[in-house]
């Protein structure tokens, strides 16, 4: 079963998108920030990471490096960084420093489970294909 890393540091909201996540079927984890992640030094493999990222948080890029890092190049792992600041203004940023895609962040939560879902959807596809974090253009 898969299994989504939700880093948001709205407590709330990530607790809930997890929630919605779970009620998906999809397995889910919440945690604050990328550091607390990596201090619980997880052993499980996480297919895809939802990453709020934010333009007035000079850890942000470092941040998505050092997921990318963590979970390296191939194809474990796809990184959606998400942000209700301009996404589309700093999406060849992220996307530079190893996220996969910018998303909008979705401020109804049940929509931004959706989104994720369609994203984990098309990651476990590519894995299928053996090209996992290789865009998917055939939508």
Do not use: W
Not at 4 to 18: H, P
Not at 77 to 104: H, K, W, Y
Not at 107 to 117: D, K, T
Request: with cysteine; aromatic share 4%; proline share 4%.
């Amino acid at each position: 079963m898969p299994l989504v890393l939700v880093v948001e540091l709205d407590s709330d909201y990530g607790r809930l998108l997890v929630s919605k996540l779970k009620n998906r079927c999809i397995r889910a984890k919440h945690t604050r920030t990328v550091d607390a992640f990596l201090d619980l030094n997880c052993r499980e493999r996480v297919d895809l990471v939802s990453l709020e990222v934010d333009a007035m948080d000079p850890d942000t890029l470092d941040n998505i490096k050092l997921l990318r890092t963590h979970f390296g190049e191939g194809p474990g792992t796809r990184i959606v960084a998400s942000s209700s600041f301009m996404p589309g203004a700093f999406s060849n940023l992220v996307e530079q420093r190893g996220a996969d895609t910018c998303v909008a962040k979705l401020p109804e939560v049940e929509a931004m489970a959706s989104a994720l879902e369609i994203e984990l959807r098309n990651q476990m596809k590519l894995k299928e294909k053996g090209r996992a974090n290789d865009l998917d253009r055939s939508e």
